[in-house]
């Protein structure tokens, strides 16, 4: 937009001014602050009528003409953001392991779709964004007390699932190499008619997703019969090392609970891994979507690497540095100039600047900050745990906390599965769909929101406390009054 002019399209159709975009960027950004002001209070969800609603108002084809900024933010406005799950980001939203956005976080991703950066080529003269990126990662090894000098190969991803296909990817190449020969390749030379196989203890299903999407198939994933974790990863770990295996922890939430001293003796053993997957947008509480990943191994580079084809046009742009230290005057970015370009280190080439937000999270809360709440989401599902525990149309189907000299190291973090008494409590939640009929009722208050599941084949219902708002002082009188009113009837 030159000077303000009013750019174009070939049909002669105005795009937008300046002046245009200010003054609905306005009224976005009021109807953020407004949405702010009111999280702690709103509810979790829509309704289907404001679904409705807004269905019927979206064009039905791509108009020939466009409706201009000022419509269009109508729509945004109007009929989209009620129809969006207004409070899914807010103190209540106990569904799946869901997270919200840190006030840093927010600020940094509004800058990051205003700048726009592609984290793909390493151009370190030209922009910050691939060394913040490296900068980041670092630094979350630091803040779960994690080696640098072991996990050399790290990214951002686009959640857990990705960092589990990387995570796998590895492990199959290694496991491949091991037989094969070094100088084998699975990147250039394919399986070799390796069969590989993955052990796993109480898997998320995204492994057996990754293990698809890898070649290695879902019918190749055993599922140990251990639940928990065990006390004795040096000794799965030694047993890798003997047998030509792959260590892959997938913790995309709970390892975060490490800078508390109760979780403190989890960080040896996940240090025993070769590759480690985990979610920022779960429990770090930063925008959609955002995986990280960690491995040791350089096989991140060989997997997904140039090879022998690379395009000239994705090289970094490497300016060669006096080897005199009085000679450079910049000497704190030298170190960083012949980094690897994250595109070389990830499943895709054009990347979001996603290390932003958890940068700015991170410092702005401090390790001091996040531990805080880390305990007191884990202290807020412990109370609600303790609540249902003791309520008559409750069974609680979280596994006890192991002591600490148990062989499973199991704690209870921030969820809580439960189910409806089947002897006791309203008849309408006994039977094979009494959890779902109780799940349906605590969400239809409005206060709160809770997702259902299977535990041992029974029907269930899990609560997650992973949100940053959350406040026991607040939440935890209206989460006890949606319970007390869904089992009204309860009888002895």
Not at 75 to 97: M, S
């Amino acid at each position: 937009m030159v000077g303000g002019h009013q750019p174009l399209t070939s049909s002669g159709t105005s795009i937008c001014t300046v002046l245009q975009f200010e003054q609905q960027y306005t009224r976005i950004t009021d109807a953020i602050l407004a949405r702010s002001r009111e999280l702690t209070k709103l509810p979790p969800n829509s309704t289907p009528e404001l679904i409705e609603e807004a269905l019927q108002a979206l064009p039905k084809h791509i108009p020939e003409k466009g409706w201009g900024l000022k419509a269009t933010t109508d729509l945004l406005l109007d009929k989209i953001c009620p129809a969006l799950a207004v409070g899914q980001a807010g103190p209540r939203y106990y569904g799946l392991i869901t997270g919200g956005v840190t006030s840093a976080a927010h600020l940094a991703d509004n800058l990051v779709t205003s700048f726009d950066p592609n984290v793909q080529v390493h151009q370190p003269e030209e922009t910050i964004s691939t060394i913040l990126e490296q900068i980041t990662l670092s630094q979350l090894l630091d803040f779960l007390s994690l080696p640098r000098d072991r996990f050399t190969h790290n990214t951002f991803t686009t959640g857990a699932t990705a960092s589990n296909i990387l995570g796998l990817a590895l492990g199959r190449d290694y496991v491949v190499s091991c037989i094969k020969g070094s100088s084998w390749s699975v990147a250039e030379d394919g399986y070799g008619d390796v069969p590989v196989k993955v052990f796993v203890a109480g898997a998320h299903a995204s492994v057996a997703k990754a293990a698809s999407l890898v070649g290695i198939g879902r019918r190749n994933v055993y599922i140990s019969l251990m639940k928990g974790w065990t006390g004795e990863v040096h000794k799965i770990r030694h047993l890798c090392d003997q047998g030509g295996a792959w260590l892959h922890v997938d913790s995309a939430f709970a390892v975060f609970a490490s800078v508390l001293p109760e979780f403190k003796h989890w960080v040896d053993d996940v240090a025993l891994a070769d590759s480690i997957c985990s979610d920022a947008h779960k429990w770090l509480n930063v925008p959609y979507d955002c995986g990280i990943f960690f491995s040791r191994s350089s096989g991140l580079y060989e997997l997904l690497g140039p090879g022998q084809n690379s395009p000239a046009y994705l090289r970094s742009t490497r300016v060669s540095v006096s080897s005199s230290p009085t000679e450079t005057t910049t000497p704190l970015l030298d170190p960083y100039r012949t980094m690897t370009s994250p595109l070389f280190l990830n499943v895709e080439n054009s990347r979001r600047f996603r290390a932003l937000p958890v940068y700015t999270s991170l410092i702005s809360l401090g390790k001091l900050g996040y531990a805080d709440l880390f305990a007191s989401n884990i202290a807020f599902a412990r109370r609600i745990a303790s609540y249902l525990d003791s309520h008559p149309a409750f069974e609680v189907l979280t596994p006890s906390s192991q002591s600490p000299e148990s062989k499973l190291r199991f704690r209870q973090l921030n969820i809580v599965l439960f189910a409806p008494s089947m002897s006791k409590g309203p008849v309408r939640f006994r039977g094979e769909n009494g959890a779902d009929v109780l799940r349906q009722e605590i969400n239809n208050t409005g206060r709160m929101y809770c997702t259902g599941t299977k535990w041992k084949g029974r029907g269930a219902i899990r609560i997650a406390v992973s949100n940053w708002l959350t406040s026991e002082k607040r939440d935890w009188p209206i989460v006890k009054e949606v319970f007390d009113r869904v089992t009204e009837e309860v009888t002895e």
